[in-house]
């Protein structure tokens, strides 16, 4: 390199060196120590797997006295925690979208909790374990499938209540399907009739009970004793009211 090169150079690093000066003065600080790099390992959602987050940083002393020797160290804790604080919502899956966030959060110089230090960052670059981050994808792909199917037999066991009080009134019914058949006007009685044996089948109408039912009942007994027993007394009851056309039927049932 000539002397022509090293001449630019020299002159590159003396501005960038006055604006960092500048940029520290306008903030009311003391200017800032040299710039440092390092990967933090900062928790995502599942607290068990962590980020590699490549992140170059600053610190800057706001105390009286003259800054300590770890100065940098300070300010990588409070850029350490101002990351957790965005890492933790994240899965491996969204290193993209942690990376935006952390940039736009550390870019701004803020005091390092219990110093007299303030701290500023960049994030470079986020690493995350492939095998890790594949097993995290399966477990994304896992959930979204169980939901899909959850919402599945949701919606199925709609549509099968909306059919159940659909079937269960043959008016209705029929309605539904001239909706859908109004150039068959001449089929609908058929229909409407194939509804009502429909839900005969599906939701019989109970009997109200009578003394006949109560009495029948009775009679189906598995008990021979008591069985014979009923048909005396009715078939005594039917002479005494000179009913004999039913204590002939009720003969014919015995035998």
Same mark, same amino acid.
């Given at each position: 390199m000539g002397e022509l090169g090293r001449r630019h150079l020299r002159y590159r690093r003396y501005a960038r060196e006055i604006r960092e000066q500048l940029a520290d003065g306008a903030s009311g600080g003391r200017?800032?120590? #040299? %710039? !440092? !790099? +390092?990967?933090?390992?900062?928790?995502?959602?599942?607290?068990a797997l962590h980020f590699g987050v #490549? +992140?170059?940083? !600053? &610190?800057?002393w706001e &105390?009286?006295?003259?800054a300590p020797p770890t100065l940098l160290e300070i300010a990588e804790a409070g850029i350490a925690r101002r990351a957790e604080r965005i890492s933790v &919502?994240? %899965?491996?899956?969204? !290193?993209?979208?942690?990376?935006t966030e952390l940039n736009a959060t550390l870019v701004n110089w803020e005091p390092v909790t219990g110093t007299h230090a303030s701290a500023w960052g960049h994030c470079e670059s986020i690493e995350v374990d492939p095998e890790l981050l594949t097993a995290v994808e399966e477990h994304e792909e896992a959930v979204r499938r169980q939901a899909v199917m959850s919402w599945d037999v949701e919606r199925r066991r709609q549509q099968a209540e909306q059919m159940s009080s659909v079937i269960l009134d043959p008016l209705r019914a029929t309605a539904w399907w001239m909706l859908d058949n109004q150039d068959k006007p001449l089929e609908a009685v058929e229909v409407a009739q194939q509804f009502q044996r429909l839900r005969t089948v599906l939701d019989p109408e109970e009997q109200p009970d009578s003394a006949g039912t109560l009495v029948d009942q009775l009679l189906a007994t598995a008990d021979g004793a008591v069985r014979n027993r009923m048909m005396s007394i009715l078939r005594n009851s039917f002479h005494e009211y000179q009913r004999d056309d039913l204590a002939a039927r009720l003969d014919s049932q015995a035998r």
């Open positions: 200017p800032h120590s #040299n %710039r !440092s !790099s +390092v990967q933090l390992r900062i928790p995502s959602a599942d607290e #490549n +992140v170059t940083f !600053s &610190g800057r &105390g009286a006295a003259p &919502g994240y %899965r491996l899956t969204a !290193s993209s979208r942690v990376k």
